[in-house]
């Protein structure tokens, strides 16, 4: 797939569900500590996000392989219209911040599984690079999100949350437009998948090496995922704690996602210099050693440099990961299979940022970073020794 037969409407609508989610989490973050909620409680906040999803994943993957994406992507848009509007016209508390954090995930969660079922039909045969290209759309958001950010904080250390989530909302607004191309008719020559109500049982089934390579890849794009939820919610806690404006701590956070644009865009010679499973172990085992730096006393310079090294590695997993479940899903059960994903990447979004939120009450934000690149690390060697024994 070149970029320019690219669906420019998925490619905007990929943009603006990341850039939204991006420029929400943060300043959730940041508002939660406006409301005087300890530290502790940040990982509850991250966590919020993925709870609900945690649990429809599934569902959600169901809906889109029997009766195609038009639903789940409009649900989605909807979902985040009335979150979006919720935090700004209704966030007295951390109740309702939390509660509204709860309804974007959710939108968010319709949105991906609509968008990554419409990319896996694309039919391409270079599903790597589709893919590669997909997540690009999405890094560009996550990317231009805490450049909002950093816009509207100014030399701030804590900035006007009010006005972000106005932005938020805007751009809410505007998804509903890419959101309409996509919902008018399914990709040419696909229809919804016909398959019977118990696939999920089917997909089960599978081959045991098939099982184990995918789960495998699911303990990367899970942790991975992770990492990068808790870059976005605690580096803005590690600014309040060491003075850094608002506006350094949204230029880092452009950083990491521009390096991860960057290392995605090079995915299909990558793939084919490495090979993908090699790849997907080495590109997780690096983001440990990058996250791990930033438990250390950096200035901003060299917060820059591990986070730009954090952004090329963490940038691999995910759009891998994907093209491992398309490519090895049993026929009919490529969204439920994408959404088994995803609920993985949810249960790691709700339980690793509850389990770090412990340890930030004993060893503050450096101990949070260190249990991260402990988990990544755990899940490189994990993968690895599954891929082995899958081919065996």
């Not at 816009?151 to 701030?156: A, D, N, Q, T």
């Not at 932005?167 to 399914?186: H, N, Q, S």
């Not at 690149?373 to 599954?386: C, E, I, K, N």
């Amino acid at each position: 797939m070149s970029l320019r037969q690219w669906p420019w409407a998925l490619f905007q609508h990929a943009m603006l569900v990341q850039l939204i989610a991006y420029i929400v989490r943060p300043t959730a973050a940041y508002r939660a500590l406006e409301l005087g909620v300890p530290l502790t409680w940040l990982g509850l906040v991250a966590a919020s996000f993925a709870i609900l999803p945690l649990f429809i994943a599934v569902f959600v993957g169901r809906i889109a392989d029997v009766r195609g994406e038009r639903l789940v992507l409009i649900l989605g848009a909807v979902l985040f219209a009335i979150a979006a509007a919720g935090l700004v016209f209704w966030t007295p508390t951390l109740t309702l911040l939390l509660a509204w954090n709860v309804l974007l995930g959710l939108g968010h969660l319709l949105s991906v599984v609509g968008q990554q079922s419409r990319v896996a039909k694309s039919g391409d045969k270079r599903l790597d690079a589709a893919f590669g290209y997909y997540t690009v759309a999405g890094t560009m958001g996550q990317a231009a999100g805490p450049g909002v950010i950093a816009i509207v904080g100014g030399s701030s250390i804590l900035p006007p949350t009010s006005t972000l989530f106005l932005i938020a909302f805007m751009a809410a607004l505007l998804l509903l437009v890419p959101t309409g191309f996509l919902a008018r008719r399914e990709p040419t020559g696909t229809t919804a998948t016909s398959a019977p109500s118990g696939s999920l049982r089917a997909a089960l089934r599978a081959p045991k090496a098939t099982r184990r390579r995918m789960i495998g890849a699911m303990s990367v794009s899970m942790m991975v995922l992770a990492a990068v939820d808790l870059l976005s919610v605690y580096l803005p806690a590690l600014g309040v704690e060491r003075q850094i404006p608002a506006s350094v701590i949204g230029i880092l956070l452009m950083v990491r996602a521009i390096a991860s644009i960057v290392s995605r865009f090079f995915l299909g010679p990558l793939v084919t210099r490495f090979g993908r499973d090699r790849l997907i172990v080495g590109s997780t085992a690096v983001s440990a050693v990058a996250v791990m730096m930033l438990t250390l006393p950096l200035n901003v310079w060299f917060l820059g440099a591990a986070l730009v090294l954090a952004g090329l590695s963490l940038g691999i997993g995910q759009p891998l990961t994907m093209s491992v479940i398309a490519l090895t899903a049993p026929p009919g059960t490529r969204g439920t299979w994408l959404a088994l994903r995803l609920s993985a990447n949810r249960f790691g979004q709700s339980a690793v940022p509850a389990v770090v939120g412990l340890v930030a009450a004993s060893w503050g934000v450096p101990g949070v970073f260190g249990a991260t690149a402990a988990g990544l690390a755990v899940v490189a060697v994990t993968s690895s020794r599954m891929n082995r024994r899958s081919e065996q």
